[in-house]
C-alpha cells in the first residue's frame, strides 16, 4: 500500500492550496498522520501531524497558516495551506504511521508546491 499525495501546484505569494493524502488500498489502525516537506538542498522536515483524536501539531514556519486534518474513516489526511511564502516551496510527503510502530511506515510520492514572489 501507497499514499498518493495531490493537490500542489504553482502559486503566488499570499495565495493558499489544499493537499490530499490517501492510502492506494487499505490500510488499518492508523496513529499519527504526518506532512512533511523537503526544499532543495535541504533536509526533510515535519510540518504537520495529527494523531487519531485529531489534534494537531505543526511547526514553528506554518503555525497559524496551515491546518492539518484528517478523516479516520477512509485514513485519509488534508493540509489547508494559506498565507503560501516562497520559503513554503518544496516537494510535500504525506506519511503514516501504524499503531505499535515509532516510525511512519507508508510514504506518499511528494507533490511539488512553488510559491512564486
Known amino acids: 500500500v501507497q499514499l498518493q499525495a495531490s493537490g500542489g501546484g504553482l502559486v503566488q505569494a499570499g495565495g493558499a492550496l489544499r493537499l490530499t493524502c490517501a492510502p492506494s488500498?487499505?490500510?488499518?489502525?492508523?496513529?499519527?498522520m504526518a506532512w512533511h516537506r523537503q526544499a532543495p538542498g535541504k533536509e526533510r522536515e515535519l510540518v504537520a501531524q495529527?494523531?487519531?483524536?485529531?489534534?494537531?501539531t505543526y511547526a514553528a514556519s506554518v503555525e497559524g497558516r496551515f491546518t492539518v486534518s484528517r478523516n479516520n474513516g477512509n485514513n485519509t489526511m488534508t493540509l489547508q495551506m494559506n498565507n503560501l511564502q516562497p520559503e513554503d516551496t518544496a516537494v510535500y510527503y504525506c506519511?503514516?504511521?501504524?499503531?505499535?510502530?515509532?516510525?511512519?511506515?507508508?510514504w506518499g510520492q511528494g507533490t511539488l508546491v512553488t510559491v512564486s514572489s
Open positions: 488500498g487499505s490500510i488499518y489502525s492508523i496513529n499519527q
Open positions: 506519511a503514516m504511521q501504524p499503531y505499535g510502530r515509532s516510525s511512519y511506515d507508508y
Open positions: 495529527v494523531g487519531r483524536t485529531g489534534f494537531p
